[in-house]
């Protein structure tokens, strides 16, 4: 693998994201990649990070090793004071130099939830609009309403919308989704959600429109256990008459709240048949290590495919092995990579594919993000238990509990961006801060003693 051999400044610094996109865009390479279910990768967030650029490399496949040069790249990043990205530039390598791709443009609200994201393309001698996305949001932050449009040539015009409706309680009940006829919204798909006592969608009902009226289409129930987790789902398909069954999924957990077994069975049409298992294994800090798919096959259960999932010593996961079965052996269908830096930042992902009949490597790419470290957030040498902020999320105004008095104990307060925005000197138990004239976002904060440590840090949410 190779990496840039040089950095944009002394601040910045190798960090990761995984080689799908921290930052999505509609422009990103798709690649196929199968995770065995209720698969997620470990993140940490220990560090508030922004990204100064993202190389990729490709895999040449008639030397089975990487390329020497970057196949692409993500550059000038632009973010608001609350570290949201609002533009950034994607570059291709053409053999000879660097040249334009794709240009990315958002905008976000005081929440830092997404407004709005314009993506345009390079024709060769200037910036195309090609496709645009808006949100929406109701007055508890539930988006409500999505709508996709693309570039007519001289404006934008709407492609697709999905409406979301909530109840009081931020459950979302129905998701209407529409095309544009060219004059007029057409109504495509309506999801229909019920929920229990806990709040646990029990059943999902989704119509399709018929040119006049909303038709069945697919029924799902769930069940849950008593912690609230899935035990089983029954999918139904409607024939034109009545409901017929479809799959049935069944969820088994072991003593730590782990998924243990998931078994999935089909319909014959008189009796459910098995179609295949999973079964995971997990190591003592509930890291699942390894997964077992089997399929079946008349009358017997045979391998499938199978996951091997290694971690490092702060139970990041550092590589993803997926094999399948064939002339009675496991051989090698694709490896994922994960490394990190000092600050439990990514700092690269690889992606290895394998050829199915001749088992060498064929395909792939290899990922790093280089970025600027702000501020550490979590887990740093931090003693929070001594110190208590609230209330928090506030709206400016808010008190500091100090319970270890020492005299000349400074608290400092910080943007996203790293700057100061505060630093004074605790006085007594109680104190009272008042930061109403400073714009929401999140805002970090350190307790230092008189000999500079750190004594504790933590999270203050501003909101007006």
Not at 98 to 126: C, D, M, R
Not at 205 to 212: D, F, P, R
Not at 248 to 275: I, P, R, V
Not at 416 to 440: A, I, R, T, Y
Request: charged share 15%; aromatic share 16%; net charge negative.
């Amino acid at each position: 693998m190779n990496k840039i051999t040089f950095l944009f400044s002394a601040a910045i610094l190798l960090s990761g994201a995984t080689a799908f996109g921290q930052i999505t865009t509609g422009n990103e390479k798709a690649r196929f990649t199968k995770f065995p279910v209720g698969f997620t990768t470990h993140k940490a967030d220990a560090w508030l990070s922004k990204y100064d650029s993202v190389y990729v490399w490709l895999f040449d496949t008639n030397t089975e090793s990487w390329y020497t040069q970057a196949h692409d790249k993500e550059v000038n990043f632009v973010y608001d004071a609350n570290a949201n990205v609002l533009s950034y530039t994607d570059i291709t390598f053409n053999g000879t130099t660097w040249v334009n791709s794709y240009n990315i443009a958002q905008t976000f609200n005081a929440n830092n939830k997404i407004l709005s994201q314009t993506s345009q393309s390079w024709n060769g001698s200037a910036w195309v609009n090609s496709g645009n996305a808006v949100w929406s949001y109701d007055g508890s932050g539930n988006n409500t309403l999505f709508v996709s449009q693309s570039w007519s040539g001289s404006a934008w015009t709407n492609s697709n919308q999905t409406i979301y409706s909530f109840t009081a309680s931020n459950l979302d009940t129905n998701t209407l989704d529409q095309t544009w006829s060219g004059s007029a919204w057409t109504n495509v798909q309506l999801q229909r959600n019920m929920f229990d006592a806990n709040k646990n969608d029990t059943s999902s009902i989704v119509y399709s429109w018929s040119g006049s009226a909303w038709t069945n289409s697919q029924w799902q129930e769930k069940s849950y256990n008593s912690l609230n987790k899935a035990s089983s789902i029954i999918d139904y398909n409607w024939s034109g008459s009545a409901w017929q069954n479809g799959n049935y999924y069944l969820y088994l957990y072991d003593g730590h709240n782990n998924l243990g077994t998931f078994m999935q069975q089909s319909w014959t049409g008189s009796a459910w048949q098995n179609g295949r298992i999973q079964t995971c294994t997990y190591d003592v800090n509930n890291n699942n290590v390894n997964t077992l798919e089997m399929d079946w096959i008349g009358s017997a259960w045979v391998n499938s495919q199978f996951w091997t999932s290694t971690y490092n010593a702060n139970n990041q996961q550092t590589s993803l092995l997926n094999q399948v079965w064939a002339s009675n052996q496991w051989y090698n269908f694709q490896i994922l990579k994960w490394g990190y830096d000092a600050n439990y930042m990514k700092q690269y992902t690889t992606i290895v594919d394998y050829d199915y009949y001749t088992h060498r490597q064929h395909d792939g790419d290899s990922t790093y993000y280089y970025h600027i470290d702000v501020l550490g957030i979590n887990n740093l040498n931090a003693n929070n238990d001594n110190v208590k902020v609230y209330p928090n999320p506030s709206n400016g105004r808010f008190t500091i509990e100090w319970k270890a008095v020492q005299e000349k104990t400074r608290f400092a307060v910080y943007n996203s961006l790293g700057q100061e925005v505060k630093n004074f000197e605790l006085n007594g138990l109680n104190n009272g801060v008042d930061m109403s004239g400073s714009p929401s976002g999140i805002y970090l904060y350190r307790v230092i003693s008189p000999k500079g440590e750190i004594i504790s840090t933590g999270k203050i949410d501003l909101e007006k």
